[in-house]
């Protein structure tokens, strides 16, 4: 199990309810205030013209930064939405139906330390008593780990030493990882195929329809039978293939597990920046900080006889949530259904639906933020980042370790066996209807 001094994780391999809480435990003691912060992309469908560049945000190396993936984050939601204002969206309606929190009027962005944090794009704030909670919306704009790992360090550090004074924190982290260019780290293992790339992309066009309006740009890629290998490996932006490259990014990475390269797959995240930092400095339990990932919703896959691709699912979690320090969550497709047919396997399962505007969606990306909310009011109430000698608290696998199950377990049941003072301080009860948008 995942204990306190384990060894780094060395297994890697990391996208998307509603249940409301009756009023929390009495404290027995002076609490602090807590601060979830939603890291998140928070730009909105259809998405200004990105920026980024392989070449130029993440030069490739085996050992370097990772870049967070796109899958499931935007091309599939009605216009004007964002995968972030969805998720903000839902933890927000968490903590609106959680008995004994109050909305309060937010404070300049001074008083929470936040007033020259990048990235910051909502807050919203509760009282409990004597204690605050605040909902940060942070905009990662499908930036490297290693600037999420740097804004998070500035951010968690101002946020203590403010007005307000915050000493526990909840990260959300919706959201899994690959290589910046994971075309170019194929090709440095081995296993670079044009081909495949090429039937990666038409698999995902063919599976989402909001990703046709890419499909003449691919033509023109496949056409160009001399200069299509160069194009890919140098991945640039203004192709017209950006979105696509890197929503195949997750599907390619990840895939090579189901090609027997789980190795390689591991080692590539074994130093990533953001691990380090919350394995490390976020590892601290003074500092109380709980950081929970969704498992990732599986990978596309085409068989030889060309048919429509189909979704794998695995029995681990992507990165981050495959950390030994981040709490993993799965999704289930109904209240207290079990696994849902398109997630990886994590330590304790959600619910994974939600309403975005008009649209009923589904993913491991909003069963985390379930998990998310009940942490927060777990640490309001007094709860520990480590309980039970588990760190974070309800964590209990350690991928360093050859045989690690990640059991799916209904929230009751994880807090049965890894933190029997979970419940005690957040009790679920009967949903009430909140927002959507």
């Not at 091309?75 to 903000?88: F, I, N, Q, T």
């Not at 029995?315 to 709490?327: H, R």
Request: aromatic share 6%; with cysteine.
């Amino acid at each position: 199990m995942r204990m306190i001094g384990s060894a780094i994780a060395l297994l890697l391999a990391a996208t998307l309810g509603v249940v409301g809480c009756t009023e929390p435990a009495a404290p027995a003691e002076d609490i602090g205030n807590v601060a979830i912060l939603v890291i998140d992309n928070f730009q909105e469908v259809p998405a200004r013209p990105t920026e980024f560049s392989p070449a130029a945000n993440c030069p490739y190396s085996p050992e370097d930064v990772n870049v967070v993936g796109d899958q499931g984050a935007g091309d599939d939601l009605p216009d004007g939405e964002s995968h972030g204002k969805a998720v903000y969206n839902l933890l927000e309606q968490q903590l609106n139906t959680t008995a004994g929190l109050t909305t309060a009027t937010a404070r300049p962005r001074a008083d929470y330390g936040l007033d020259s944090a990048a990235g910051i794009t909502r807050l919203s704030e509760w009282s409990y008593r004597d204690s605050v909670v605040l909902l940060v919306g942070m905009d990662h704009d499908r930036s490297t780990t290693g600037d999420i790992a740097d804004r998070l360090r500035d951010t968690v550090g101002a946020m203590r030493a403010s007005k307000v004074k915050f000493s526990r924190f909840v990260l959300n982290m919706s959201f899994v990882i690959a290589p910046c260019n994971v075309a170019q780290w194929l090709k440095e293992m081995g296993r670079f195929s044009v081909a495949e790339i090429l039937a990666n992309y038409q698999a995902l066009i063919d599976a989402h329809p909001g990703l046709r309006r890419f499909q003449s740009a691919l033509d023109d890629l496949v056409r160009d039978a001399d200069g299509r290998e160069e194009r890919i490996l140098r991945a640039d932006p203004a192709d017209g293939l950006e979105p696509i490259r890197r929503r195949a990014a997750v599907s390619e990475f990840y895939g090579q597990i189901i090609k027997q390269n789980e190795g390689q797959v591991r080692e590539r995240t074994f130093n990533d920046p953001l691990k380090l930092i919350i394995e490390g400095e976020f590892g601290v339990k003074e500092l109380r900080v709980i950081p929970v990932a969704a498992a990732g919703n599986g990978v596309l896959v085409r068989d030889d006889t060309g048919s429509l691709p189909r979704r794998v699912r695995f029995a681990f979690p992507f990165a981050p949530a495959v950390w030994n320090a981040v709490l993993s969550v799965s999704a289930s497709q109904k209240a207290q259904g079990s696994r849902a047919f398109y997630s990886n396997s994590g330590e304790v399962v959600m619910d994974g639906s939600w309403a975005v505007g008009s649209a009923g969606m589904q993913g491991t990306s909003f069963a985390a933020p379930r998990l998310s909310a009940r942490h927060a009011v777990y640490l309001l109430t007094g709860g520990e980042a480590t309980c039970q000698g588990h760190l974070p608290a309800l964590g209990y696998t350690d991928s360093g370790r050859t045989g690690q199950v990640w059991n799916d377990l209904q929230l009751p049941d994880a807090a049965a066996a890894h933190c029997t003072d979970f419940m005690r301080r957040v009790i679920p009860a009967s949903p009430r209807p909140g927002p959507t948008t």
